[in-house]
């Protein structure tokens, strides 16, 4: 079974622009969630997405957005990009079931850098 | 708000000996999820051990055991017999609702050989 998939691995963009992040989750698991992790803030929730619907939201400014489609797949997108928003930004899956284990399945990742 | 508190940045170990990595946490819920991942260089995180606060027995996984205290809200991980392929970012998790866990800072674990 294919593990979590993000898209790019690696990009660099100026202040200003817009991102888009792509995650696919592991297939079968229909929730998929959002970490920014950055050396001085660490991991910190974005948001979680289940059923095409955000179900969890952290403290994040507007300029941070998602979605999910109906085959799991989720994007994320971040606005009028901030030097701070450098960061590497984590995919995460699970199955979601109603006996919640709670483990997230990670992705390796998108490098974002803001110059 | 939940916060996840390791107090120690960095931590190193012998190959073949046992390391204790700790983690407090704060919480007023009752039910809740604690984990232990692991983040090598290839930055892929990893689940080491999980933890239902409900349960009192400790969990172990092969050469991975944890220690909860859930009066102390205490929640540190034990591994023996470490491997050079231990070396790793260890990050203690607390989880209650569906994909939202929050992180403690971190610790980075050295084995030398």
């Known amino acids: 079974k294919a593990g979590v998939t993000q898209t790019p691995r690696y990009l660099i963009k100026t202040r200003g622009q817009q991102v888009t992040l792509s995650c696919s989750p592991i297939?079968?698991?229909?929730?998929v969630s959002w970490y920014q992790q950055t050396p001085g803030q660490g991991l910190q929730f974005l948001f979680e997405?289940?059923?095409?619907?955000?179900?969890n939201k952290g403290n994040f400014p507007g300029r941070f957005s998602g979605r999910q489609f109906s085959n799991s797949r989720s994007e994320m997108n971040v606005s009028t990009l901030e030097l701070g928003d450098s960061a590497l930004y984590l995919c995460?899956?699970?199955?979601?079931?109603?006996?919640?284990?709670?483990?997230?399945?990670f992705g390796e990742g998108s490098r974002l850098t803001v110059l | 708000a939940q916060t996840v508190t390791q107090s120690q940045p960095e931590m190193s170990v012998q190959e073949a000996e046992t390391v204790t990595l700790s983690c407090t946490y704060d919480?007023?819920?009752?039910?809740?999820?604690l984990f232990w991942y692991k983040q090598p260089p290839s930055r892929q995180m990893i689940l080491v051990i999980r933890?239902?606060?409900?349960?009192?027995q400790n969990a172990t996984e092969n050469r991975f055991s944890v220690n909860f205290q859930k009066a102390a809200k205490s929640f540190s991980l034990k591994i023996s017999d470490s491997q050079l392929g231990d070396a790793a970012m260890y990050f203690c998790?607390?989880?209650?609702?569906?994909?939202?866990?929050?992180f403690g800072q971190g610790t980075i674990l050295t084995v030398h050989p």
């Open positions: 995460a899956s699970s199955p979601r079931t109603g006996s919640n284990t709670g483990e997230l399945f």
């Open positions: 297939s079968g698991h229909r929730s």
């Open positions: 997405y289940f059923s095409e619907t955000q179900r």
């Open positions: 919480t007023s819920e009752s039910d809740y999820y």
């Open positions: 933890q239902e606060a409900y349960k009192q």
């Open positions: 998790a607390y989880g209650t609702s569906y994909g939202k866990l929050t």
